[in-house]
């Protein structure tokens, strides 16, 4: 019974590359959210997913950022032209209905960007 | 805008030291608040989601309370694996009532 998978687990990136970042929800999971943890900072919310639709990305940066969940697949936060800012551990969390309040999230293990 | 504020930033205690762990929130209305323990490395699990004052929530060591203001994370008899950052969010009741809203955590070490 695996839990949220995240990969890659570690991602090192010059300044003006892509990251992309997977998360695999828990199985029967169908809500995907992803938060962003910086170094001394509480996590925040980033984006809340369902299977093909952005039910809320309010809490992402205008530019970019996006963040998609296909039909088939896992989850993907991608960072267009990553600047030293974007150093954080990325955590995808999954639920098994709409939203927190049904329970609680399952996160996964975080991916930890390193902008150079 | 939703607030939570945990205190101390940071808690050292001997094994068997009980002691306890604050979260003071600020929400427009309440829909639930939850406690969460993250070890090094790793990502947020999940221990209690407490919904109205007066409410607490039990396990093991770990007793979760809640108020109108503020809520409690009781460890009573804290043993060395209790080392953890614990974590409290808040889930507002209003639109966007999936988000949370997270404290930065209470580093809690038991020493042996």
């Given at each position: 019974n695996a839990g949220v998978m995240q990969n890659p687990r570690h991602l090192v990136r010059r300044r003006g590359q892509e990251a992309r970042l997977r998360c695999s929800p828990?199985?029967?999971?169908?809500?995907?959210?992803?938060?962003?943890?910086?170094?001394?900072?509480?996590?925040?919310?980033?984006?809340?997913?369902?299977?093909?639709?952005?039910?809320?990305?309010?809490?992402?940066?205008?530019?970019?950022?996006?963040?998609?969940?296909?039909?088939?697949?896992?989850s993907i936060l991608r960072i267009q032209q990553?600047?030293?800012?974007?150093?954080?551990?990325?955590?995808c969390a999954s639920s098994p209905g709409p939203g927190p309040n049904t329970g609680e999230l399952f996160f996964g293990e975080g991916s930890r960007l390193t902008v150079l | 805008e939703d607030q939570v504020t945990q205190s101390p930033e940071a808690l050292r205690l001997q094994e068997g030291e009980s002691s306890s762990?604050?979260?003071?929130?600020?929400?427009?209305?309440?829909?639930?608040?939850?406690?969460?323990?993250?070890?090094?490395?790793?990502?947020?699990?999940?221990?209690?989601?407490?919904?109205?004052a007066g409410e607490e929530k039990e396990k093991e060591r770990l007793k979760a309370t809640l108020t109108k203001k503020e809520s409690f994370l009781h460890i009573t008899a804290p043993k060395p694996e209790d080392s953890?950052?614990?974590?409290?969010?808040?889930?507002?009741?209003?639109?966007?009532?999936?988000?949370?809203?997270?404290?930065?955590g209470t580093l809690l070490t038991v020493n042996p």
């Amino acid at each position: 019974n695996a839990g949220v998978m995240q990969n890659p687990r570690h991602l090192v990136r010059r300044r003006g590359q892509e990251a992309r970042l997977r998360c695999s929800p828990m199985k029967g999971h169908s809500h995907v959210y992803w938060y962003r943890q910086l170094p001394e900072e509480g996590l925040k919310f980033m984006v809340y997913l369902q299977k093909e639709n952005i039910i809320d990305e309010s809490g992402m940066p205008k530019e970019r950022f996006s963040a998609e969940f296909p039909k088939e697949g896992p989850s993907i936060l991608r960072i267009q032209q990553v600047v030293r800012g974007d150093s954080a551990a990325y955590f995808c969390a999954s639920s098994p209905g709409p939203g927190p309040n049904t329970g609680e999230l399952f996160f996964g293990e975080g991916s930890r960007l390193t902008v150079l | 805008e939703d607030q939570v504020t945990q205190s101390p930033e940071a808690l050292r205690l001997q094994e068997g030291e009980s002691s306890s762990l604050n979260c003071s929130y600020t929400v427009s209305g309440l829909r639930g608040l939850f406690w969460y323990r993250q070890d090094p490395g790793k990502g947020p699990e999940f221990l209690f989601t407490l919904y109205s004052a007066g409410e607490e929530k039990e396990k093991e060591r770990l007793k979760a309370t809640l108020t109108k203001k503020e809520s409690f994370l009781h460890i009573t008899a804290p043993k060395p694996e209790d080392s953890a950052t614990y974590l409290c969010a808040v889930q507002d009741s209003g639109g966007s009532n999936y988000k949370l809203t997270f404290g930065k955590g209470t580093l809690l070490t038991v020493n042996p």
